[in-house]
């Protein structure tokens, strides 16, 4: 049966039954809600890079339960061929999308399980008794793959679950940053749909809803790929929230106005310096918010800050499809034929811009490079 709401639904998620990986298809929202099974590494490609799954938390995800399900598909029964696929789909996933560094991040935990695991069945046991190496052999020639799966899947679901844990502390950290009555301003959809649950910029929202405060949400419209209108306006508004849609070039008249107490983004990589990749379009909206005193807050898990990219200028930004400007949502072309096209799909937020980061191990405050540090100080501590 089709769902007609995304309520109760994870955006991604694995379907161990059919060992596939399950996504909503956010091409079609909101105006149809299609489940996905992904079972192919081309479709699992396919369905990131033309952003079935989009939002940089979740396709870690996705990539990460790809992994799994494509290594428990395969049909290679020798250690070394299938070491050699394994690193094949990896390569192939993460060449999906350049900018969010949760892709790489999430396919760098996997292979890190993976060569743990074929490391751990190649190595012989400590009884050197020739008939313990015969059995141990024999059982390790059945057994290995089915263990080095087992620890897959169990990497795979960490993220998962890790993923809804991590969002849901972002939530109860950024709402110490909102107040009842408080107009609310967002860029694209940092939301439920950009992870597997609550989302980053959206957890607090929930969470002031949930807690019985009154926020209006304004959600930008976000050119070129409407996540704001046709992800962001639609989740919250199914939340039940006060949601708002304005084209993006409006927001600085609402900041003009009064309107907005704060701004809630995601970001898709933040340097150790705090200069963050967010969705084009948001360094205009930070830059508008520092002219009127509006707070700006960019929700990051530690998953998507990346220590070893120090600032903004070494990020990569994703070029996309000149069509995506011209032709995309329209019944015909708006553009003169061969007019030259930018379509950048992120921009860097200069970290002087940013009032603070909201991790789920905190709020760090400028200078980012070192308080990004004790967020991850804190990490660490934890495991
Ligand atoms: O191109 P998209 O839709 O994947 O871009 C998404 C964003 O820019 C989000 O703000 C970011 O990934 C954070 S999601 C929690």
Known sequence: MKPTS???I?????DEENTAVVIIDQTLLPNEIRLLSLTRAEDMREAIYLLKVRGAPAIGVTAALGMYVLSARSNETEPDAFAEEFQKHKEYLNAARPTAVNLSWALGRMDSVFRRAMQNMQTPSA????????DTHNANAADWKSAVLEALKQEALAIYHEDIEVCRRIGEHGLTLIHDGDGILTHCNAGKLATVRY???????????ERGLTISVYCDETRPLLQGARLTAFELQEAGIDTTLLC???SASLMRRGKVQAIFVGCDRVAANG????KIGTSVVAAVARKYGVPF??????????RNTPDGDAIVIEQRKPEEVTEMWYEKRMAPQHVKIYNPAFDVTDSEDITAIVTEYGIAYPPYIDSLKVMFAKKEGAS
Request: aromatic share 4%; glycine share 2%; hydrophobic share 30%.
């Open 10 to 14: 994870d955006t991604v998620c694995l």
């Open 127 to 134: 009884d050197t008794s020739e008939s313990s190496h015969a």
């Open 297 to 306: 807050y960019v929700c990051a898990p530690t998953s998507t800050i990346d």
């Open 275 to 278: 200069d963050t990749a967010n």
């Open 6 to 8: 995304i309520d109760n």
């Open 199 to 209: 989302g980053t910029a959206t957890a607090p929202m929930y969470l002031a809803k």
């Open 248 to 250: 993006d070039n409006m």
